[in-house]
């Protein structure tokens, strides 16, 4: 399998969205993780989900320009993960929440990305013993189910504070949501300590791979032989994952903060 390769818009925040778009060709790469990140993001949900289609359309327009394609359109709602998790105990949250994911589908599918990714939910409290994660299975079921009609491929990343944020969590997850696919960052575990072949049974499930560096409670240090030594081998596991799958990995913001 030849490995597809992308570089997201939000890894050079302080660039104005054009010249991101420009120097992410310059790098040579042929693929754009688009990330829709309200108030932290060159392109925010509430306003390119005003018209997602007219939107979707201007951005496939601006990466053809430049010979790009999306790869991937990364959906966040909110500076913080909670108040619009896909699983918030109050309805009308969730409800917007959906409404926004169905006007992220038809941007994505406007702008040519064949991939979305949002984040998987939240571990809520004062609740009784599962009721945030059986939310989590069926919001994440209907996200899978619409992303289908659209033609698109869904994905979630476990994150640190997010309802699977250890690799067993998220396998079950997977596991409980058919259908549903990972968009992994090996940098969520690393940080909490993790070793790597504790993350990499989650490979087989990824559908999109974001790939930085990252140590225990630290930033990425690009220069790391060893961080450098992980990615060969990780993409060693992509590539003998399975060939039809249509893999892409990205290169997203250089550092492995929380989202």
């Not at 040519?112 to 409290?125: K, M, R, Y």
């Not at 869904?154 to 690799?167: K, L």
Request: charged share 25%; hydrophobic share 35%.
């Amino acid at each position: 399998m030849k490995l597809k390769l992308a570089c997201a818009d939000f890894t050079f925040p302080l660039l104005a969205h054009d010249q991101t778009l420009d120097l992410i060709r310059m790098l040579e790469f042929e693929g754009v993780d688009i990330g829709l990140f309200e108030e932290r993001s060159h392109l925010w949900p509430s306003k390119e989900l005003r018209s997602p289609s007219a939107s979707g359309k201007r951005l496939k327009q601006r990466l053809d320009d430049r010979g790009l394609r999306c790869a991937d359109v990364f959906l966040q709602l909110a500076p913080s993960f909670v108040p619009y998790a896909v699983n918030h105990p109050e309805a009308a949250r969730r409800r917007a929440a959906r409404d926004r994911f169905l006007r992220t589908l038809e941007y994505a599918a406007a702008s040519g990305s064949a991939h979305v990714t949002t984040l998987p939910g939240v571990e809520f409290e004062n609740e009784k013993p599962g009721q945030s994660w059986e939310r989590c299975r069926a919001e994440l079921a209907w996200r899978v189910e619409q992303a289908r009609k659209h033609g698109l491929i869904f994905g979630v990343e476990a994150h640190v504070g997010s309802i699977v944020p250890r690799p067993r969590k998220a396998l079950r997850l997977v596991r409980e949501v058919p259908g549903l696919t990972l968009t992994l960052d090996y940098t969520h575990f690393t940080r909490s300590g993790l070793p790597d072949e504790t993350v990499e049974p989650l490979v087989r499930h990824a559908s999109h791979f974001h790939a930085r560096g990252a140590r225990m409670s630290c930033k990425i240090n690009y220069e790391s032989k060893s961080r450098w030594n992980w990615l060969t081998q990780v993409l060693v596991c992509l590539t003998e994952r399975r060939s039809s799958s249509g893999s892409e990995a990205s290169l997203p913001r250089p550092n492995a903060t929380r989202r």
